[in-house]
């Protein structure tokens, strides 16, 4: 078998069915190969963008995305997807041509150091030197991406050893002394995690993308109610506890709400569950959570006390984890007292925003949460919009709410979007896109439209970079440097790929429009006219305490 | 304050980029790196000398180190009873007058003067961090002209 089919019969053994790349030069046996296989493959019109919808395929569905790049400019292009995948913990394989292998440093037509490249940015990756190895290194690669914490992995494949010959075998474990994850707690930490729960007055949960990562949501249900406990969550973490829950929170941190961050400010004992107590969740660390004890539960050693000084330490799967205490719990607390005080929060600061002359970008996405019923899977951008979105969508359930929370990408929402309906056909897919961030990947609207897949873009056309124009405005004084967008015909765009396009610049036009998408079995773009300078509130401002928040409070 | 690591690596190419490439990625501050086979010929012996500003930072370097796939096992020396020496090579100044004088000196800390040679004498010393300095300093009124150390190489017991 030659390598190329090596890589084909590896990828059919590692259960993949759907692969988003682009051809080039040095994958030309692997493409060969391709054309026969029995793999969904999607042509992107951008490698950045297979990279994007290979993540975007893996949130949706919990499966390893995979995608596929030629040497140099397309493994370079491949970049800016996998550290968003990286930074979120998403698991993707990236297969990518290299030159020859006795071509390898000599600086040959569409060369780069790819390994080295990608170091930083993978959780591991392979240079194939030997066909020998190509096997074992495919199912090490799927191996490594999808356990413990997830993360992309990228094989590098000079153009030799996909022609070369060598028999095919597939491990049927494997073994590697160097990675083993810990995915149980410790006995004895259980035990002080439990002790301190029920020891605790005013507890929180603070859940994050470890809990959608481990499947973790039922558990997480379980627990909260059961010791009686408001969830907050980060941006990672929507969708592992339903939105609609009287113990809910919503969204901690900078555009958090006010409620939640009182409470994680107030509370005597945080429980972090796979979330990492990232800058844009703590804001400053001398004032954050002074009075609370932390119990920290992550797959990963290293997130454990790298921003935050934790009290219980527990490594483990989030899931896991969960079924341990819950087993353990024999008592709960009483904090009758603690929920009554969230409740008050609740009613003094909800999430507000106030109707001017058009459109709000707020209203627009309650109106696809209500049209859409908790039941779609919702990609975002960056910006402005991402975090309306982490607002005003209720989300409902885990893997429906699909955004680039570590990197912050700009144009990872439209082709994710792409990559979540390949894995979800049944699903109605919504990107909430804004006009800066739909132009950096606004070529896939060829992919979707020859592909067939209709995924609906709702763009709050505000005619700004509207975060940067946001602290602009409030930290800038008012100086709009570059962030004044000349932007096409998003309807005649749309039109010119054989998509559909609507143009909405009246409140009652919205909802109609939202329900005209949804019936059309095509992709589209509606093009919200929405109130130009309206802010993201409420905001802490970078670096300050997370209850000192600015607008936006009722 | 410095801390002495030791990592036992699968002895793979690449592998010394991923560690170097994780503390330059993160910050960490590397003093000095020494790298070997082992009487394994898969697995490399790394030792690693850090500075650290304090105890977090260190375990942060620990588990970071972990967490690459590679790594099969991270040692800290801090708080464990260990062996640890250093090789140097020095070249001072030497002349017909303190050749004796130097020798002497070389003699007194175990170290030997490999070469002297018009006008500049080769010493080789191996020891503990402390007594190379100690060393170093004495040699420093002769003139040292180059130094040349392989960095520390520890083993715990």
Known sequence: ?554 | MRHTISVLVENKFGVLARVSGLFSARGYNISSLAVSETLDPDVSYMTIVVDAKDEAVLEQIKKQLNKLIDIIKVTDFTRKEHVERELILVKVSCNAKNKAKIKALVDKHEGAVIQCKNDTAIIEAVGEQAAIKQLLDNLDTFGVKELVRTGKIAVAY
């Open chain 1, 1 to 554: 078998m030659t390598g190329a089919q090596i890589l084909i019969e590896s990828l059919k053994k590692a259960g993949v069915e759907v692969i988003f790349g682009y051809p080039g030069g040095q994958v030309l046996p692997l493409f060969d190969k391709l054309y026969d296989a029995p793999f969904k493959f999607i042509l992107t019109r951008h490698e950045q963008a297979a990279a994007h919808a290979a993540d975007g395929y893996s949130r949706a569905t919990g499966r390893v995305g995979v995608c596929i790049a030629t040497s140099g400019p397309g493994a370079t292009n491949l970049i800016t997807g996998l550290a968003t995948a990286y930074m979120d913990s998403i698991p993707m394989v990236a297969i990518t041509g290299q030159v020859k292998s006795w071509l390898i440093g000599n600086d040959a037509f569409q060369e780069a150091d790819v390994t080295g490249i990608t170091r930083p940015i993978t959780k591991h990756n392979y240079l194939v030197k030997d066909i020998k190895d190509l096997s074992r290194i495919i199912a090490e690669a799927f191996y490594i991406a999808s356990t413990g914490r997830p993360g992309p992995v990228l094989i590098d494949v000079p153009t030799d050893i996909q022609q070369q010959e060598y028999e095919f075998s597939w491990p049927d474990s494997i073994e590697l002394r160097s990675y083993k994850p810990t995915l149980f707690g410790h006995p004895g930490q259980i035990k002080k995690a439990v002790k301190a729960i029920v020891a605790s007055k005013k507890p929180v949960i603070y859940a994050g993308g470890g809990c959608i990562t481990a499947g973790a949501h039922n558990e997480l249900k379980e627990f909260a109610e059961k010791i009686n406990a408001p969830v907050t969550l980060t941006l990672m973490g929507l969708g592992a506890f339903p939105a609609t829950h009287p113990l809910s929170l919503g969204m901690l941190g900078m555009h958090g709400t006010a409620y939640a961050n009182h409470s994680i400010m107030n509370a005597d004992l945080i429980i972090a569950i796979g979330a990492r107590f990232d800058d844009r969740v703590t804001g400053k660390l001398d004032t954050f959570a002074k009075g609370a004890n932390i119990i920290h539960i992550d797959i990963d050693p290293s997130s454990i006390s790298k921003n935050v000084a934790v009290h219980v330490p527990i490594v483990g799967d989030a899931r896991n984890v969960l079924g341990q205490i819950l087993e353990e719990l024999k008592k709960t607390p009483d904090t009758s007292d603690w929920i009554k005080t969230v409740e008050a929060w609740k009613k003094k600061h909800p999430l507000v925003y106030h109707s001017k002359g058009k459109i709000n970008p707020q209203y627009v996405i309650e109106q696809i949460g209500e049209a859409t019923q908790g039941d779609a899977v919702i990609a975002t951008e960056v910006g402005q919009h991402q975090m309306w979105a982490a607002q005003w969508y209720k989300v409902l359930h885990p893997r429906s709410f699909i955004s680039s929370g570590g990197l912050g990408t700009m144009g990872f929402g439209f082709p994710a979007a792409m990559g979540a309906k390949m894995g979800c056909p049944d699903k109605t897919v919504f990107d909430i896109a804004g006009d800066g961030s739909i132009q950096m990947n606004i070529q896939e609207l060829a992919t979707c439209v020859c592909n067939k897949i209709p995924v609906k873009v709702a763009i709050l056309n505000n005619g700004y970079l509207g975060m940067v124009r946001q602290w602009q405005e409030l930290f800038y004084k008012h100086r709009y440097a570059h962030t004044t967008l000349y932007n096409p015909d998003f309807v005649k765009v749309a039109e010119a790929y054989g998509g559909v396009g609507i143009r909405v610049t009246k409140k009652e036009d919205v909802r109609p429009a939202i329900d005209k998408a949804i019936a059309t079995d095509n992709v589209v773009f509606i093009d919200f006219h929405v109130e130009p300078e309206e802010n993201v509130f409420p905001m802490v401002p970078a670096g300050e305490s997370i209850d000192k928040m600015i607008g936006g409070l009722a």
